[in-house]
């Protein structure tokens, strides 16, 4: 059963040096401008959270549902969403350099004008909305639907 956690209790532990969030519901949450460098949301519920502009890079997230979240503007360099659902996230803008969306799967997401220089989407299944002024240089494909 995962524990529901507002954004202030969530920045006040990661302040205090914890990082692993794993199975936390945040649903809702507003943690837009958060610096959450190398934060753990696996199983995380992130279904409506405004990540907008945050600083995640190195973080690691996968399996629940992730419905409407925003991601835009934000720096994710070296995440991993490997085996991630990504349905509906919106990862517009977003700097997602060196990330791992390795098995990714979803639908309705959006990398409009995101940096994806050399991002691994190898084996995802993501139905993409919009992928408009997107920066894949170097991105890895293979296999991908």
Known sequence: MAWKMTAEELLKHYAAGERDFAGVDLHGVDLSNAVLKEINLDRADLNGVNFTGADLS???GRGRHRGHTKIRYAILKNAIFRD???????FSRSDLSFANFSQAYGEGVFFEDACLFCAELKDAQIRINSFDGANVEGTILEDTE
């Open 84 to 90: 991630a659902n990504l349905s509906y996230v919106n």
């Open 58 to 60: 190195g973080g690691y």
